[in-house]
């Protein structure tokens, strides 16, 4: 998998309505709610955990609390030389979201496509690959993790070229990026993962086209809109 500059293939024409609609998830995330300040992790309300408790049963609460002290625990550790937070930190998220079940959006949402936010996958102990991405996502940011090291990558995985979301982190905005991946718990660089195979990548700010290397947004935000909803009524309460 090659570096930051490369992961760029696909003209947006050709992408699927669900892939659109997570791309525009986190292109337009800090500007509507605020990169430095998510609310789901160290700032969960107990108006947001009453309301995750009604939702998903009394085991969200329990699913959540344990959520909070694991971002504290990981905002309580010192930045290193390396990064922030560090390759060791990068696993420890990484492999603590994996353990949230796999579900297809149709089995654990009864929709075609859902954009949980991160309350809603933790205390729903359920997930899709774009899930576990998106909150992995937002919990580094939170933790201060500048945006320039952080690109969702939409990859092709397996012998089957599997539709597949992972996150990809630059030490370096040139260097090569190490993979958070719910396929596997282990945090590799993206050349010891030839399963992947990027077509393109983005953040909040744009949309990297693999070969030509061009920039782009997407223009579909409708599904963004309604997970924005939610996101929005979640720090309210």
């Known amino acids: 998998m090659p570096a930051q500059g490369q992961f760029s293939r696909a003209s947006p024409r050709r992408l699927s309505r669900r892939v659109r609609g997570v791309l525009a998830i986190l292109l337009f995330a800090a500007a509507a ?4 300040e998510y609310g789901y992790t160290r ?18 609460r329990a699913r959540l609390g ?7 625990g990981e905002t309580r550790r010192p930045p290193t030389a390396e990064s922030v937070p560090g390759t060791e930190g990068l696993q420890r998220i ?4 994996n353990r949230v079940p796999y579900y297809e959006d149709l089995v654990h949402w009864r929709v075609d ?3 949980a936010t991160p ?5 729903s102990n359920g997930g899709d690959c774009e899930d576990y991405a998106i909150a992995k996502y937002m919990l ?4 201060g993790v500048p945006l320039a090291r952080l690109r969702m990558v939409y990859v092709r995985a397996g012998k089957a070229a599997q539709a597949h979301m992972v996150l990809a982190y630059y030490a370096q905005p040139d260097a090569e990026p190490l993979i958070l991946d719910n396929l596997e ?10 399963d992947l195979s990027p077509v393109y990548s983005f953040n909040e700010e744009d949309v990297v086209l693999i070969a030509s290397g061009q920039r782009t947004t997407p223009q579909q935000i409708r599904s963004w809109r309604a997970l924005l909803d939610r996101l929005n009524a979640e720090g309210l309460l």
């Open 113 to 115: 496509d859902y954009w």
């Open 33 to 36: 709610i605020g990169a430095a």
């Open 140 to 143: 580094l940011r939170e933790l």
């Open 94 to 97: 990484n492999s603590f979201l």
């Open 43 to 60: 700032s969960v309300t107990e108006g947001l955990l009453a309301s995750m408790t009604s939702r998903f049963g009394s085991e969200a």
């Open 66 to 72: 344990g959520w909070v002290e694991f971002g504290r």
């Open 119 to 123: 309350a809603e996958t933790i205390a």
């Open 185 to 194: 718990d282990r945090v590799r660089s993206a050349s010891n993962r030839p």
